[in-house]
């Protein structure tokens, strides 16, 4: 979930002490190497040209690499290097998750397997403090920098709409990939997991986040991170406090709404107002004092401290009077979202039939248009997107559309259509790919395409409709007519967004 | 929307420029040409965005012709939120007073008239052919276009005879003569002779084309000059319906639509169109007044093939038309009476008005027009000018207009302490006002001036925060904001509602 991002802007003065990395975070330092490749929004049959992207990952144990999910983001292929050699190892994602950006790859051969001593991961960073950044240089020697932390906040990841604890540095070092190690008094302090050579500034996930994934990670099966399921905003305007009953000088958020499904939805309310979450107290901007970080979005005392299934206490106000009620926390996948993001391009499921192409509406769909696809989208899929992407009627429930029309004889007619919202499919209701698979399965085609606010149904003629399918995948050139998600692969970690 | 942009009105701002012409030679256009009067025009547009004060006065000149009755044709984008009016005849310095008798904004025609019985001493009406000329019949254009004081006289061919947008409304759709003559800013209301008589009348241009000139044909004149015959224009009727070709074979099936070509299918009918409650969704108009209608839309007229609703535009309100309609599974007949509906949600270009507001608190309330769309194309990027993009384009398709006789938005904030945490809201669609279902502008003023309690509470349209205004404090400063900002009345709302 994406939180209203207000950044504390602190900064912290400069501190020295740095020592040495130990000889076995050196030998733990690989270098990951991944290539990708995405599948085309418009035409999810296709691919895009495949890349390369290049970063870094450390050894946990003789046969676990810990990296960034972005990295290996759309892998086809992972391959790691040590440091001054030049033999690739081959592995495979075990894990990834794109609300930490964080990813666990296996060495695929045993033989592989490298001797190592686990590294150490650091229980305290000073917020003041400096850390060491380790990476390879070009001739695969261990390069090093100081870095001095600047800035310790909740912020949206770089790679994806999830708040995370971000620390900032300002490091010398021109970083050279993602992944890159920080450590501090020979210890793992975290991963950096973007850098900006213009400002000099790097983003820095830390060790407790790191160490929260990893215990998780390597003991499955894998729970992930804790969300509240909460939006709300700000709580300033003092004739909004006064109406809502509200005395606590400087205290408390206001609730706008609950993402359906999660268990604040259970016990939360619209207009409730926070005051204390967790036993801190919340101020009128949401942020609470962290004994560890100071002053920190209170998203991290759900993310960072606490696990999905946890029930946390609140102290509220509803309706003027104050209480405490119990949220329980919950994993919430993107899957859940009436739009979902898929940040993280994973194939879109589709059906083409008689060269209607029928498919859900993500927000990757809708921003691959270009930075001005608010104006490019048909307005009434934007508004959808900006106002209730959060918020299935039903649980599961997803926008299905005619994406477009695929020209040829069966569909002559319908060819002008595009991005049209369908209601039924063969005269039942359709609320997500499964609905339409489903219909298609049981029912063997398409006959009848009914469209929201359009009058009138797109009928397919069945007589023409095999041998159409076949001229269509053959003439476009589409290797299948449906991809369809194996049913089990949602309740797997990899395919969880 | 977007397709108008592309459009300039060719009305010419007033520049000092002293070029000398050269008198023209006397010839067969001596007759015509004595009728074409140079308009000179101060135009004063409203302020959408501080609707309380006019735009700047600028000057402008276009031109006109004399016709019977001792009237003056013009565009009405010529005369539109003019202040003052002057007209000049061909070879005379002086220039009269004159005001505008009718005008039609959705086909950008107007009719002047002159007070002084002088002006006419001596003139002649200029002559009306009978029928259009054809493809690449030879044209004159005259005028008072940019680049010098006298008449021009520009020759060329009918390029193209076919149906567009007129850019006055940005809605109206009518028939257009294209000719390749020269047509430039000025040229506006002049005639387009063919033989010495008018077939149209130059209106308008298409920006980043050469000898793409546009001028209003003879039907449309003519529909206009009979129209207000009565003594008043009453405006095109709008049939209303929306619908697609029957081309697809299993969509005729569908439909048990006999033989194999032929009709279109309604798959919208307009809640505010003429064809309410006399057609329906999977109608099939299968003939209009006799003539069949072909599934591209088109009807057999003198021998061309012209898009049904050319036989639309030669009726006026009042008329009827008559469709036969295939309709379960029956051939029927159905008379439609035409009517031009006072649609507030279709989102012409409005001139002549006075635009309405009402202010409390320093919030400014207005509906929702094209002008402010326009005005706000800045904030494009923004949530709540996206929902206004939508409301404005799907309010009768997705029915938002019911229960609404207009959209309320709060389209700016004069910043005073009471109304501080305002801001997020603005051009947010207002819903609700104390408890009170808001339907048009006047309901906000009842809703505020009748509220008893401590505070103003506004909800406002896909968004669950409300703004609380203190309703004591808000009366109060009123009178100091309109003060501070210079602000000559809270409020204007139009007459006749």
Known sequence: MRFIPVLALALFVAAQMTVAAPQELESALVEVTATYQESDPFLPWQQKPPGLRRGYGILVDNSHVLTTENLVRNHRLVELRKIRTGEKIAATVELSDCQIDLALLKITNDADDIETSPVKMAEHVASTGSVEILQFDETSQLQRGKAQIVNISVSELPTAPYPALIFSLLTDLNVNGEGAIAVCDGKIAGLIVSYDPGTRVGRMLPYSMIDHFLKDALKPPYKGFATAGVIWTSLIDPVKRAYLGVKQNGKGILVLSCLPGTGSAETLKPNDVILAWDGNSIDNLGFYEDPDFGRLGFANLIKGRREPGDVVPLTIIRDKVEKTIDVRLDRWLDSAALIPENVTGEQSEYLVEGGLIIREVTGRYLKSRGPEWQQEVDSRLVHLYLTQRYSPSQPGAHVVILSGVLPASINIGYQNNQDMIITALNGKPVRNMTDVFRIVDSEISIKRVSLQSFGVDIVLDQSELVDSNLKIAELYRIPALRYQRKLFSSILPQSDK | MNRAKTKYLYVALLLAICLVVPRSQANSLSDAQASVVKIHVTIQREDYVMPWQGGEPVGATGSGFIISKKRILTNAHVVSDAKFIEVQKFDDSRRFKAKVAFIGHDCDLAVLTVDDPDFFAGTSPIKFADTLPSLSDDVTVLGYPMGGDRLSVTRGVVSRIDYNVYTHSEVDQHLVLQVDAAINPGNSGGPVLFKGKVVGLAFQGLALSENIGYAIPLPVLNHFLRDIEDGAYNGYPELGVSFMTTRNIALRRDLNLPGDRGGIAVHYVDPFGSAKGYLRDRDVLLSIDSYPIADDATISLDGNAVLFAELLERKQCGDSVKFKVWRNNAEIEVLVPLINPRDPFVYRNIY?????????????????????????????????????????????????YSNKDEFVVLIARLPNTVNTYSESFINGIITEVNGVAISNLKDIKKAIEGQKEAFNVFRFAGVNDLLIMDAGNARRADREISLQYGISAREHFREAR
């Open chain 2, 352 to 400: 002549d008005t006075r635009p309405d507001y009402y202010i409390t608190g320093g919030l400014v309330f207005a509906p929702l027009t094209r002008e402010y769309l326009r005005a706000q194309h800045k904030n494009q990027g923004s949530m709540n000018y996206q929902q206004l993009i939508y409301y404005s384009q799907y309010a009768k398709v997705d029915g938002l």
